[in-house]
């Protein structure tokens, strides 16, 4: 019985079938060729909707994840090191009373001298440094490569890896038209506080 069923089921015409069988055979061919065609573009299509977010995806690059940029870091630390105070809950600075400035070499008149010293920031968080108003002609600031020294940085101190809790050391500093007392104004988490840091001379107790 198998062997006389076995040519039907492989769709080739039985003795006998005649011209009736031919229609039939081409009929069936062109269903197996559709079906074939379809499986084909179904997996192309799969391919496609599981490569093309792969490709197009980035790792989270800021500290809120919305895709900025994260600020290039020199250091991670478990707490702000020894002779640094704290400004607001996020920020560190030095406690220094004076930070020492060295001609800078640019352009800018109001960035003729230079006081390196690095930021801590707390990571997970996003800082806007300032001078205050009055100072935009005499000081400027920067940290962590973010371009020209100017009146405003933005720190962003993206989450350490394993989101462990530790602060991020950014290298910088603060440019002077000449030495002086530099008052800053840090805001993070909708908290603005207000900082003066000696740069070339120290500042007086009362800010």
């Known amino acids: 019985m198998s062997a006389t069923r076995t040519p039907r089921a492989s769709g080739l015409p039985g003795p006998g079938a005649g011209s009736r069988t ?7 061919l062109l269903c197996l060729v559709v079906v074939v065609l379809s499986a084909c573009t179904s997996a192309g299509d799969s391919r496609r909707s599981t490569t093309g977010p792969a490709d197009g995806a980035a790792p989270s690059t800021d500290a809120s994840g919305g ?15 020894a002779g640094y105070r704290l400004v607001g809950t996020d920020v560190a600075v030095p406690d220094a009373q004076v930070l020492s400035a060295e001609d800078a070499g640019e352009a800018d008149p109001a ?13 997970g968080t996003v800082v806007v440094l300032r001078v205050a108003p009055g100072w935009q002609d005499r000081a400027r600031l920067g940290w962590g490569g973010t371009g020209a020294p ?7 101190a993206c989450a350490g890896e394993g989101g462990q809790a530790q602060w991020l050391a950014f290298v910088g500093g603060t440019w002077v038209a000449r030495a002086a ?22 500042c007086d107790k009362t800010p």
């Open 111 to 123: 960035a003729r001298l230079f006081a390196k010293w690095g930021l801590v920031v707390r990571a």
């Open 22 to 28: 031919r229609p039939i055979a081409c009929w069936g």
């Open 181 to 202: 007392c530099v008052p800053l104004i840090v805001t993070s988490n909708g908290q603005e506080d207000r900082v003066t840091l000696g740069i070339g001379v120290p």
């Open 67 to 81: 895709g900025a940029p994260c600020t290039t870091s020199v250091d991670a630390l478990a707490a702000p090191p």
């Open 150 to 156: 100017a009146t405003t940085a933005t720190v962003h």
